[in-house]
């Protein structure tokens, strides 16, 4: 069975960081790209950062400079299915449930996302 599962959510003063993890799972091919989105209460989801198998990334501008996505060590046979998001300088409006998501196009294309987990920022 076929699992994205976040982790590393919670609630931080304002200026301050998290790291959040993201793992997939299951019997499949290794994701083109993954990324991590957001949704705040009342908004529509939007997209945070991306990262795709090359290793190129992308990011909104409101957290250009403060957040970083990354993976392990790419040499590292299960590297490709795992992500992470290190979040600094922390705002009361980055306050949202972060998605993670895993996408692979053409042959045995999948788009599978997590469940969420929620970061609050607030002192």
């Known amino acids: 069975q076929v699992q994205v599962v976040e982790s590393g959510g919670g609630l931080v003063q304002p200026g301050g960081s998290l790291r959040l993890s993201c793992v997939l799972s299951g019997s499949i091919f290794s994701p083109h790209a993954m990324g991590w989105y957001r949704q705040a209460p009342g908004k529509e989801r939007e997209v945070v950062a991306t990262i795709n198998g090359g290793n190129t990334t992308n990011y909104a501008d409101s957290v250009q400079g403060r957040f970083t996505i990354f993976r392990d060590d790419i040499f590292r046979d299960d590297a490709k299915n795992k992500v992470y998001l290190r979040m600094n300088s922390l705002r009361r409006e980055d306050t949202a449930v972060y998605y993670c998501?895993?996408?692979?196009?053409?042959?045995?294309?999948?788009?599978?996302w997590g469940q969420g987990t929620q970061v609050t920022v607030s002192s």
């Open positions: 998501n895993a996408q692979r196009a053409g042959f045995n294309s999948y788009d599978y």
